[in-house]
């Protein structure tokens, strides 16, 4: 079984349209995250969420949007993709806010031509 | 802010030891973690130092100097399927995740 999976794995689109990213972990964690890895493997945090709740947002243009449902699900919509929005988008999730192991999901590459 | 240097490139041969460096400027943080990423693939926990000293986990190990604002990852008996990048990341108090540029490994036969 995968422990945090996410969905689609690539998605091409095109500038100015809207798309959503979902996110799935099956571990009981109660903290998830949305990281963005440019095309230099930088890996940086955009969200994260305990139990539901928002805890910080990074400096992230209002575009990004993310939603937790519920514990095990954290989604991200992104409206009026731009060309520079192009990176992989990883999901992760941790058990707490002072754990230090996260686990990935596989990773959804975005494309905006 | 916190920041965290790792040399970009590493290159070892099959068998070697080689260790990367993770080098920080952050303070109050719950301790330093190692990621293993392959081209391609998501990022793996590695290993994790609360404390000061070394932790070692089969071929891995990894060390964490808090007074250094130093730590390292130590690969031994390198394989092919090492070459991957490698990702040191630091949990401040309050905030989250911070990672480091990441180190590419590259193992030659």
């Known amino acids: 079984d995968t422990a945090v999976s996410q969905t689609p794995k690539y998605l091409v689109t095109q500038m100015g349209n809207d798309k959503s990213i979902k996110c799935e972990q099956n571990l009981g964690h109660d903290t998830m995250y949305w990281y963005k890895q440019d095309s230099k493997k930088f890996l940086k945090i955009m969200f994260s969420?305990?139990?539901?709740?928002?805890?910080i947002n990074e400096t992230v243009p209002n575009r990004f949007s993310p939603k937790s449902p519920d514990k095990a699900h954290l989604n991200l919509h992104i409206n009026s993709l731009e060309l520079g929005d192009s990176a992989v988008y990883f999901c992760?999730?941790?058990?707490?806010?002072?754990?230090?192991?996260?686990?990935f999901g596989q990773g959804t590459r975005l494309t905006v031509v | 802010g916190q920041s965290l240097e790792q040399p970009s490139e590493v290159t070892a041969v099959e068998g070697a030891i080689v260790q990367i460096n993770c080098t920080y400027q952050t303070s109050g943080f719950y301790g330093l973690s190692w990621y293993q990423q392959h081209d391609g693939g998501a990022p793996t926990f590695l290993s994790y130092n609360a404390l000061d000293g070394l932790e070692e986990t089969g071929r891995f190990s990894s060390f964490l100097s808090r007074s250094d604002s130093y730590g390292y990852l130590l690969l031994q008996e390198l394989q092919m399927k090492d070459s991957a990048s490698y990702f040191c990341?630091?949990?401040?108090?309050?905030?989250?995740?911070?990672f480091g540029p990441g180190t590419r490994l590259s193992v030659l036969p």
């Open positions: 990341a630091v949990r401040p108090r309050g905030q989250n995740f911070v």
């Open positions: 992760a999730s941790s058990q707490g806010l002072r754990n230090t192991e996260a686990f």
């Open positions: 969420y305990n139990n539901k709740e928002l805890i």
